[in-house]
């Protein structure tokens, strides 16, 4: 009988084995929250994450009705969704009714309101709005 060392074993004591089977995560490797490798912040996918992650905030900012500003400009305004769900209303820091809102995309809202009979079309680029903390 020839006996073989194994290198990869990991012994688990009754409390892990516990903790495993109630459902817990248990890392049994001592190892942290790490990849194995630094993370390169300059990498064209690293950008590309970063650069969805704010569309992805700005667009959720802006659907919650958090008040912003545009690109220069003083007054503030909000968004509010309609009763129904679809579509909504701008308004401005006062309350009052600016336009109405037909569709969010993901760096883009569209609306439109009528001045003089006239039906104007409004877009807002939501990558130029600050909102306001």
Do not use: W
């Not at 912040?41 to 994450?49: E, F, I």
């Not at 009705?65 to 969704?81: D, I, P, R, V, W």
């Amino acid at each position: 009988m020839k006996k073989t060392k194994l290198n990869n074993v990991v012994v688990l004591d009754k409390k892990v084995l516990k903790a495993i089977a109630e459902g817990e995560t248990v890392k049994v490797d001592n190892r942290k929250n790490n990849p194995g490798r630094p993370v390169n912040k300059k990498s064209a996918r690293y950008k590309r994450l970063a650069k969805q992650a704010f569309y992805a905030d700005v667009n959720s900012k802006f659907v919650s009705g958090n008040a912003f500003k545009l690109k220069n400009q003083a007054s503030e305004y909000h968004y509010t969704k309609n009763a129904d769900g679809k579509g909504g209303a701008l308004f401005n820091g006062i309350g009052s009714y600016v336009c109405n809102i037909n569709y969010i995309g993901r760096t883009k809202v569209q609306g439109f309101t009528y001045v003089l009979d006239k039906c104007v079309n409004v877009e807002i680029n939501l990558k130029e709005v600050q909102f306001v903390s």
